[in-house]
């Protein structure tokens, strides 16, 4: 008997639309073509979704990082004779570099652990409770797929080893023990003018209404074109509360006090106001979330999945381990055709999308024949800034009395020379990431080059193992405390510098690298601009009563 071709052929052999790679946004798009009725195909090299939106357990994120940290020429094309097209062949770029795993305790290796986690690689993420990811899922009925579960809690570090809580809240501005009286009465009343503000201007700060039709109080329209640090100022808040404001709350990625002339770098206070909005309107929204972030039980790999569903069930063909080696190009005009699979067999298509980390070679048998600018500018890519990543595995948690929980370190919390906020999460195996006497910690920072971002995870890392450390002093009597030695919970460790590279919208599109935030906003917007630029007449997932997309009752499987 004849043995089965190691590659399945595909049929059809002619689509609408080819996505390369199994992304968030590669599969935002695929279920959004295929919902507007289009023919699509979504290929992925791996055998798991995702890519690098994936989570991963500890084998397979370490193989995930090494194979993507180097140039690795895919096989090479043969050129068959009397062939309409040009062949481009294609090859991957490194998108991780100085990729460091370390093992403290071999018992992660052990069989019984390996296999039981999901390692998110963009991590650390989260959603807010109120963002348009939520109703992006909702409206495409992704949400289905997914269960999430509330993150109990935010802190604001520093290099003391303290923790300090973000109050999301009036109930919790006032148990604040760590808030002097004064500081709680100038926050209030700093909230209540936001919320007044909000109110009157119908959250729609572009239309500008006279203050007293309106009935409320409004932030004048020169203070909200005003850095935020500026307008904070003003409301004469302490450097504590200003801090808690702008890095765990309004997410501002760099020194608001100390910009250096870096305009591009501050905030504005209509940005400012816009993500106070969107904290206080997550806070509340859903009965089991108890503060404005919820997380995806097994890890943020499982959104990927969930719009890969949505578009299989509107007739989008998914095959999995399946290399792409080449793109097909038209002999007379240059124009884009297909791609080659690492079957042989060749697949045409209207339109092409591409995961991030491909890249386009010149054919090298015609120097004076390149590609088209568009495959040039597809080539070199637009590398904005790099984000240092690190995950950590930890044998208890680094508060007894919370598994899942955000830690902020702003700008030169930890020391001097930091000018980048760090943001870490923590989460444990009641959302099924890890070994139940475990727990995951991510940490992230964007950074201009590999030291600066190196030490800056490494030193929120010896920041929080000294937190958890001092926690387990305390709490212990001085026998105790003489008697036992405070073991280690560092049990394994991956430290990586990401590219941040930008989408390119062209008659070949690339989507773009996992970015430094928390949310997922910017993501769904180019996700969103990539498509309307390939689909300029369609809706972003136009309304539909159909039996295999019910309405929803604006809810989400939230477990308690």
Known sequence: MAESPLYQPIDPTTFDLIIIGTGLSESIIAAAASASGKSVLHIDQYSFYGSHFSSLSIPDLTSFLNSNSTTAPLPSPQQPPHSDFTVLNLTTKPLYSNVEITTFSENVHDQEYRTKFNLDVSG?????????????????????????????????????????????????IFQDKSLSLMEKNRLMRFFKLVESHIAASGYDENEQGDDEEEGGARISEEDMESPFVEFLNKMNLSSKIKSIILYAIAMADYDQENAGGMDKDLLRTKDGVDRLALYQSSIGRFTNASGAFIYPIYGQGELSPAFCRRAAVKGCIYVLRMPVIALLMDKNNDSYKGIRLASGQDICSQKLVLDPSF?????????????????????????????????????????????????????????????????????????????????????????????????????????????????????????????????????????????????????????????????????????????????????????????DNPEHDDELSLMT
Not at 134 to 163: H, R, T, W
Not at 488 to 500: F, G, H, V
């Open 124 to 172: 650390p993420r989260v959603l807010y409770c109120g963002d348009k990811s939520i109703e992006l899922m909702i409206k495409s009925g992704a949400s289905q797929y997914v269960e999430f579960k509330s993150v109990d809690g935010s802190f604001v570090g520093d290099g003391n080893g303290k923790l300090y809580s973000v109050p999301d809240s009036r109930a919790a």
């Open 359 to 547: 890249t386009v070679l010149s054919p090298s048998a015609s120097p004076l024949n390149p590609p088209p600018e568009s495959f040039h500018k597809l080539s070199l890519g637009d590398v904005k800034h790099k984000v240092a990543r690190g995950i950590c595995i930890l044998r208890s948690s680094l508060k007894p009395d919370m598994s899942n929980f955000m830690v902020f370190y702003p700008p030169r919390s930890l020391y001097p020379e930091q000018s980048t906020s760090i943001r870490a999460l923590h989460v444990g195996g009641s959302l099924a990431v890890c070994p139940s006497n475990m727990f995951v910690l991510y940490l992230s920072s964007l950074c201009d080059d590999v030291h600066q971002g190196k030490k800056l995870i490494n030193t929120a890392i010896n920041a929080l193992l000294s937190c958890a450390n001092s926690v387990k002093l305390e709490s212990q009597s001085t026998d105790q405390t003489r008697d036992a030695e405070v073991q280690p919970i560092l049990l394994w460790s991956a430290l990586y510098i990401q590219e941040l590279t930008t989408g390119n919208f062209d008659s070949i599109s690339s989507t773009s690298m996992p970015d430094g935030n928390l949310d997922y906003d910017d993501v769904l917007d180019t996700s969103k601009k990539l498509f309307q630029k390939i689909y300029p007449d369609e809706e972003f997932f136009p309304e539909s009563n159909s039996p």
